[in-house]
Structure formats: C-alpha cells, structure tokens
C-alpha cells in the first residue's frame, strides 16, 4: 500500500500521531542515499574499523526452537538464547559489529503488548543514544508480520529495523534460521535500508510491513506481500532494493505508555453466521471490532446489523477480508457512509487491529479521521 501523505490541520493532531518527516528522525543523519544495489557491507572494505554496529533483540520462536528428543517433527520454540544464534552463524562479525539483547524467549503465538512496549522503547533507546546503525529482531514467524507492523508504526528513527526468523528449529535438517540471521544483519547494515521502516527478511527476501503475510503453515518460502510485492533481496553478495525508499513520510506514533492496549476483536466473516462473535466482542468490552469479511469485506446481514449499530454507539468498526490479498473498497458492496464503518483498505484484519489499537490509544475516535489514517499507511 503506498503511502500517502496525511495532511493534518493544525489542532486536528489531538491523536499525536506524527508523520515521521524528520520529527523524531535521526534528522542529523541525511538518509543515506538510496541505492538499489547496495553492495554487502560482508564483502564492501569496511573504513578502518568502521563496520556497521547492528543490535540483536531476541525475543524467541523457530529460530530458538530446539527438537523434541521424542518426536521426529515436534520442537520446542524459544530454547536457545540470542548469543546461541549469533554463535550459529559463521563470520556474522565480519558483516557488522554485533550487540545482543534477550527481549523475552517466546513462541510468538504467545506475543502480547508487554513485549511489543519493551521492544519499542528498548528500539527507540539504541537509536535516540546513537548505539547501533541498524537492529534485528529474531521472532517467530506467527505473529511476525503484527510486530513488524506495530513497530513500523511507533519507531521514531529511519534506521532500519528488520525482524527475521525461521520455518525450522536450529536443530532441524537444513535448519533456515542461521541464513535468516545473516540475511537479516546484512540489510540492518545496509545503508540502502534507511528511510523504509519496519521490514521482515526470511528466505532471501526482504518485505515491507505493511504488506507482508504469512501463507504457508510450514515451507520456508511463507512471506509474501501479496499487494505490493517483495521490497527487495538479500544474497551472499549483496543487498538488493527493487526502488528508492517511498518519499511518503511514515504515519507514527509515541510509543503506548503502558499495556493492554485498547481491546479491539476479530470477527471472522463465514457461512450461516449470525452477530453473536460481535455480541460477544461488545460484551467484553472492545472499543474496536475487525470485520475479516468474506469478499470484498462483506459478512452476512444480522452481522452488518450488529456493526453498525455499535458503530452508531461510537464503536471503531474496520471492514477488513479473510481473503488475503486486494483492497476493501469503500462503499462498494456495503455502504460505509450510512453505515458508519470504515474500510481497511489493503490491511489485513490482524494489522487493521493494530493500527485501531493505536489510534485508539491516542485519542482517535472519529470514524472520518480513522478512514484517513488507513489511507495513510
Ligand atoms: N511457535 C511458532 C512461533 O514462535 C513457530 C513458528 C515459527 O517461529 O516459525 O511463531
């Protein structure tokens, strides 16, 4: 999804999201120039002494994982530590001068706010102190893209920030998670990879976060951006950028003072459904529901019902699609306007709930300005 510059009218900011045009930038550096074809600082002649300081935050998942000693496919996840993986990884120091930080030791089906809060303010520390040019972030794959998203959205530097991990344990033969590692420092100490927030880099490719998506439940060719395309790739030799970074600044936002973040549930579009998961939702108190609709996010009508009246009861509701790849078309099928939703546009639904935690969180509860900041990232 492109981005699209947000004009915000002076005191319209009440949600103090900033678009990062230099504000909270490390503005003191100029974005490097942007090169394509930015050779692989592994095999550029480093100036003396001067190679590339790139940070590890390792918060666990495959990457980490070890095999069960009774099973032939089971494993563990989050078992080794971030100095195992560094250790896994043969001349990881000629590419860069390594820093590591144990974030948490997770499966990332267990991701959760504490750890994304930790994460941010631990990021935004490293950069505003000047301590590394780039960081990587070893994850699980499950919620990879929803951290690589929230991050795109509430760091406040163009350093690149690329979150890598693994579709099989380190134990596993032809284990990923070693090649990831070092795919994922490489662009973290690529120049080329400023200015283009959050990334994921797994299987010699780098995606975007806003339009990478998990696809495949287990081969390691998963990631796909399947609106916009890859932004780039990563190899022995180089770090390769299809285009520029986007001269749209980024929709950013402080980092969320404390956790849970505002509730905001799923409901998953399917056949013969009444309004019950959105009774439920409502029940438990979401300030914000996903609709994961069918098609265009379309859903039965009992459900359109049940949205809209908790729209018109000042509920954020996001018609988002199961689908997995498009746009959702404002006033197409349904009509947004009269029923005072708003359409998530090219976000998946688990993105589009992150992107209405944040702005709930910040005070943005007008259906026509959320409409505006989904068209802005
Ligand atoms: N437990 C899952 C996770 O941590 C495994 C998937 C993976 O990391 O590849 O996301």
Redesign the pocket.
């Known amino acids: 999804m492109a981005r699209k510059t947000l004009l915000r009218l002076a005191g319209l900011a009440a949600c103090s999201a900033v678009l990062v045009a230099g504000c909270g930038n490390d503005s003191s550096d100029p974005p490097a120039a942007s090169s394509p074809h930015a050779a692989d600082p592994a095999h550029e002649a480093p100036a003396a002494g001067a190679l590339p300081r790139v940070t590890i935050l390792a918060t ?4 980490a ?1 070890k095999a069960n000693a009774n099973s032939a496919v089971g494993y563990t ?2 078992q080794a530590s971030a100095q195992d993986l560094i250790d896994a990884v043969p001349g990881l120091d000629k590419i860069a001068k390594l820093d590591a930080v144990q974030v948490s030791n ?6 959760n706010d504490e750890v994304w809060l930790a994460l941010a303010t631990k990021i935004n520390q490293i950069f505003a102190e000047d301590r590394a040019d780039g960081i990587v972030v070893t ?6 893209e929803e951290t690589a998203f929230f991050l795109d959205h509430v760091v406040a530097s163009d350093k690149p920030v690329v979150l890598v ?5 380190a134990t596993a033969l032809s284990a990923d998670g070693p090649a990831n590692l070092r795919s994922g420092v490489q662009v973290a100490a690529a120049p080329a990879a400023r200015g283009r927030g959050a990334m994921v880099v797994l299987n010699d490719t780098i995606h975007g976060a806003e339009d990478v998506t998990k696809s495949n439940t287990t081969s390691v060719q998963t990631f796909v951006s399947p609106n916009t395309g890859p932004l780039g790739h990563v190899d022995a030799a180089a770090v390769t950028f299809g285009a520029p970074p986007s001269a749209q600044p980024r929709l950013t936002f402080p980092v969320p003072g404390k956790s849970p973040l505002p509730r905001v549930d799923i409901v998953y579009s399917h056949a013969g459904m009444d309004a019950t998961q959105v009774n439920d939702a409502l029940g438990h108190g979401a300030q914000g529901i996903v609709l994961a609709g069918v098609g265009d996010g379309n859903t039965a009508k009992p459900v359109v019902a049940a949205l809209s009246n908790a729209a018109k009861k000042g509920v954020l509701v996001v018609r988002s699609s199961r689908v997995g790849s498009g746009s959702v078309v404002r006033n197409a099928e349904l009509n947004d306007d009269d029923l005072g939703t708003v359409s998530a546009l090219g976000l998946n639904p688990a993105k589009s709930r992150i992107l209405l935690q944040l702005l709930l969180v910040n005070g943005v509860t007008d259906p026509a300005q959320v409409q505006r900041d989904f068209a802005a990232v």
């Open positions: 666990g998942g495959t990457i994982g996840a989050g997770i499966g990332s089906q267990d991701m994850h699980g794959t499950d919620t990879i991990g693994s579709m099989r344990p």
